[in-house]
């Protein structure tokens, strides 16, 4: 495999992700793959793009609904104690009065008054000064011309603004959304009421948030606008560390059960200097991505406390215990819950999911998506394109799988091109029909023959039998 320099500062290559041949991927190399077959584009390219924003290709837009279908199937669906919700982007500002987003959500930024490139610093106790990237900029001279002269540290809140109305003044000043959570926190007690929920228990959500982050990169890793999967879950407290344990376990295991290389992923206690103004203890579940700083989060796991009902409680009820109801099974606890937030980011976990799967062989470059996560989960052929006999009876298996599955067509080029289209993408499995299925010499007539997108092993699959045959080895 050739080694490439990364696609954004043309530095030293930084690889990740295992390949046949032992190296590693680099981003560039999955940026490229995801605008080639359609994953991911730079938003609006046909004007340049716009910094930080990125829309969802054909692929992309599959594989990230069924990265959202199992998360909430394994953590709504499967469980007894979580509901879900769907909250509005914009919504009152007083909850982001109350969450602290207002006063607190600053990015710290300084620019070299040479190059005029800016960092996002985060300035640890020790008063070094880091890079939102890992860099350490502790000798103070810029990474991109050398110089040390920079304008004074300057504190930036990173919600989007907008107004609500024709008039833009105070009054009419909204934000969008930087995270999911506070949707739930502001709805507890309707949930709780409306669904005679009882602690311990989780309401979950999915949606967009948005950050006006100051140095958006490394592709969809930090984004201006992207999606996360949030979970708040309501405890006892003094139950909550014996919570977090099992929220921790539970979001790694899921990352497991869905094939992601447990060499590629660490959890990292943050420490004391690291946690945010609500949180009591922050586990980052981090991933070993191409980026400088290799070790990156994936997903947070939070006890936030019950610093979010507090602040809620205080800022609509003016009583800071309002959302105090918090009972054990015997009723007796009343207390207002702490709360353990598992966080996970859509686009980051698709984008972790890529780069574990890319593996380049001798002869072909293979996506090892788990297939619960390929965005085809069947691909189907007819040997050739112009035996009308032939595309007839593939149209007809298609059609059969299709209302089960994602599944693709092609009928162009020979099979071995449409293989490899195929394992570009990662559709786990290809069905072919060719002369034996309809006139039966070699194999029984009725039979396709489907190709397993790891082994490359073909096997012969009665026609009736495909879409159970399928849906087992889904399972
Ligand atoms: N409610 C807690 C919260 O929002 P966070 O660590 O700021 O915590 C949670 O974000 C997750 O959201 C991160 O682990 C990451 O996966 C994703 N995320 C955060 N900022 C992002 C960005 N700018 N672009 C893409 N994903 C982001």
Redesign the pocket.
Known sequence: MSRSTRYDTGRAPILVASTMTGARVSMEKIVNLAKRRGFVFPSAEIYGGFGGFWDWGPLGVLLKNNIKNEWWKTFVQQRDDVVGIDGSIITNPKVWEASGHIDNFFDKLVECKKCHRRYKIDVLKSGKWVTAEGEDLEDQSCKNCGANDWTEPKSFNTMFRTYIGPVEDTASKAFLRP?T?QNIFANYELVRDTMRLKLPFGIAQIGK?F?N?IT?GHF?????E?E?M?IEYFVVPGTDDKWFEKWVTACEQWFFSLGLNKKNLRLRKQSKEELAHYAKATTDIEYAFPIEKGWA????I?NRQDFDLQQHGEFSRKDKSAFATAVDDEGKVKKVPFVI?P???V???ALAFLLDAYEEQPDRLVLKLHPKLAPYTVAVFPLLANKPQLVEKARTVYKLLQRRFMTAWDDRGNVGKRYYSQDEIGTPWCVTVDFDTLEGAKRPKGTVTVRDRDSMVQEDIAIEELTDYLRAKLT
Not at 220 to 224: G, L, P
Not at 297 to 300: A, I, S
């Open positions: 995270e959570a948030a950050r982050e958006p969809v890793f930090r984004s201006r992207f996360q949030e989060e994936l997903t947070g939070s937030e966080s996970f980011g686009d980051r976990t």
